[in-house]
T-cell receptor, first 113, second 111 residues
Framework: DAMVIQNPRYQVTQFGKPVTLSCSQTLNHNVMYWYQQKSSQAPKLLFHYYDKDFNNEADTPDNFQSRRPNTSFCFLDIRSPGLGDAAMYLC????????????FGAGTRLSVL | GQNIDQPTEMTATEGAIVQINCTYQTSGFNGLFWYQQHAGEAPTFLSYNVLDGLEEKGRFSSFLSRSKGYSYLLLKELQMKDSASYLCAVITRGGYQKVTFGTGTKLQVIP
């Protein structure tokens, strides 16, 4: 059974139209991450939550926001998607008791038209 | 900052052994992960090294030398399904344990 679930798997949006990607976990991990991965590149950390504490990477554009209403769910909001935001978005979780190994969801592939 | 280097691509023969190297320069090193990523899919965890030495797990082994800033992933008895990208990821200390990924090594297994 999938432990980190991302919906949808594929998302198509229009240039400038807000879009929300979702992630849920059944692992009860306290840390949740959002990564952006473009073709043949490393996953790039956008931000993470340590419990309710939000931590933004210095180079994450303001266009990207996140919400974590509870332990299980985390959302990535892209306020005004541009063509350069087309990528795979990966959600991951980790927990101290699990050696901080990051467990990834299957990802959401975002296309911007 | 962190700098992680891996070869971009490698090719190996089914049934053979392949070693994928990773070198890193970082401050606050606190361990290293190896992940496997098939095209279009999420990374899956393979191994975790925090102390020097070899960690063996079935056909996969991972080695770490902290003094040299060096790790390798060893894959034995290669199978066609091992064709994938292999990502080296360095863990650094901070308010939380930050993970920085290398760009990955794309391995092609040929018959």
């Amino acid at each position: 059974d999938a432990m980190v679930i991302q919906n949808p798997r594929y998302q198509v949006t229009q240039f400038g139209k807000p879009v929300t990607l979702s992630c849920s976990q059944t692992l009860n991990h306290n840390v949740m991450y959002w990564y952006q991965q473009k073709s043949s590149q490393a996953p790039k950390l956008l931000f993470h939550y340590y419990d309710k504490d939000f931590n933004n990477e210095a180079d994450t554009p303001d266009n990207f926001q996140s919400r974590r209403p509870n332990t299980s769910f985390c959302f990535l909001d892209i306020r005004s998607p541009g063509l350069g935001d087309a990528a795979m978005y990966l959600c991951a979780t980790s927990g101290i008791l699990a050696k901080n190994i990051q467990y990834f969801g299957a990802g959401t592939r975002l296309s911007v038209l | 900052g962190q700098n992680i280097d891996q070869p971009t691509e490698m090719t190996a023969t089914e049934g053979a052994i392949v070693q994928i190297n990773c070198t890193y320069q970082t401050s606050g090193f606190n361990g290293l992960f190896w992940y496997q990523q098939h095209a279009g899919e999420a990374p899956t965890f393979l191994s975790y090294n925090v102390l020097d030495g070899l960690e063996e797990k079935g056909r996969f082994s991972s080695f770490l030398s902290r003094s040299k800033g060096y790790s390798y992933l060893l894959l034995k008895e290669l199978q066609m399904k091992d064709s994938a990208s292999y990502l080296c990821a360095v863990i650094t200390r901070g308010g939380y344990q930050k993970v920085t990924f290398g760009t990955g090594t794309k391995l092609q297994v040929i018959p």
